[in-house]
């Protein structure tokens, strides 16, 4: 069950970029990252209410609005949104970079950096810029730069929320957590497209982008994520941490399979080197963490015997 439910995050939340490429060719991205966002946390929290599950209480409010903010309102808003105007693949290659941006966050807060992690930089560095080689002309268009403006965004609030939620991880249940952060993220998109003038008439909402919305809502929203919570909690972080590497696969091959959308050398070496790269910075990640663990356990073991 355990490689079941890595095998879904594998493919489903690849195909995720694909089915929102599709939905925000016909309508606004921000309105429908709203929409699934609605009915996904809506489902979640109907279904905790019926359970009876307890509800988060005191400062667990203020974690879950951060992430609701962080994760769901910027990461996946903008994600969704960047889409709109760069291909499905080139989305889920720059959103498999966030693990760049939690080594240089860290660094900044004082962290050193392991030699691993900074060639993992340099190698991920690398791989972007042979990706972009090929799309240097794009970069003309105002739309191209700012979907990238826009993806590039997105990552560096995914990595600040991941970091977020190491530090203040909620104490409940996880899944009505991310019910609570996806119907908050709702609301706030909802207020910012009615507001601004950025929605349409749920009437005027073509059924194909429809079809994209139940797909995200059924397959991305909960399938993907109850899997995903699963597969955290039985697999080791090497064989868990796979997704990240094989998501952007799949989105650029269904891209070009369905929407035509660019492939060639560039973008396969492009890509490889950029995966590979990150392969080390996540390596380097978790045995920071591991080391961090042991010397937190001697100390335990350390202190009893000093005093």
């Known amino acids: 069950m355990p490689i079941l439910a890595l095998a879904v995050v594998c493919f489903c939340w690849g195909t995720t970029w694909i089915a929102s490429k599709e ?11 709203a929409i699934r966002q609605f009915i996904g946390g809506s489902i979640y929290i109907c279904f905790f209410i019926f359970k009876k599950a307890p ?23 903008l994600s969704t949104w960047g889409v709109k105007f760069i291909s499905s693949g080139l989305g889920a290659i720059l959103n ?52 990238i403006f826009l993806s590039i965004i997105a990552t560096i609030t995914w990595a600040f929320g991941s970091l977020y939620t190491k530090k203040k991880a909620a104490t409940f249940n996880p899944y009505f957590s991310l019910g609570l952060q996806m119907f908050i993220s709702s609301s706030i998109l909802l207020t910012i497209t009615e507001t601004t003038g950025m929605s ?30 699963y597969m955290l909690q039985k697999l080791p972080a090497e064989i868990s941490s796979i997704y990240a590497y ?11 399979l369905l929407f035509e959308e660019t492939l060639n050398i560039a973008i396969a070496i492009g890509g490889t080197i950029t995966l590979s790269g990150l392969f080390m910075v996540n390596k380097s990640i978790r045995r920071t963490r591991r080391l961090a663990v042991l010397n ?12």
């Open 23 to 33: 939905g925000v060719r016909h309508m606004p991205a921000l309105q429908l990252a």
């Open 55 to 77: 509800w988060p209480k005191g400062k667990q409010w203020k974690t879950i609005l951060i992430l609701s903010v962080l994760n769901f309102a910027l990461s996946n808003g």
């Open 96 to 147: 498999a970079i966030f693990p760049l941006w939690i080594v240089i966050i860290t660094f900044f807060q004082g962290e050193k950096l392991a030699r691993l992690a900074i060639l993992g930089l340099i190698v991920s560095f690398s791989g972007v810029c042979v990706i972009f080689y090929d799309h240097l002309a794009d970069f003309m268009q105002a739309d191209f730069r700012f979907g």
């Open 200 to 229: 349409v008439s749920l009437n005027s909402i073509p059924v194909t982008s429809w079809y994209a919305i139940g797909y995200l809502v059924i397959v991305g929203s909960i399938m993907s994520f109850i899997a995903y919570v």
């Open 246 to 256: 094989i998501n952007p696969i799949v989105a650029i091959l269904l891209g070009a």
């Open 296 to 307: 937190e356990k001697q100390k335990e073991t350390l202190e009893p015997l000093i005093s």
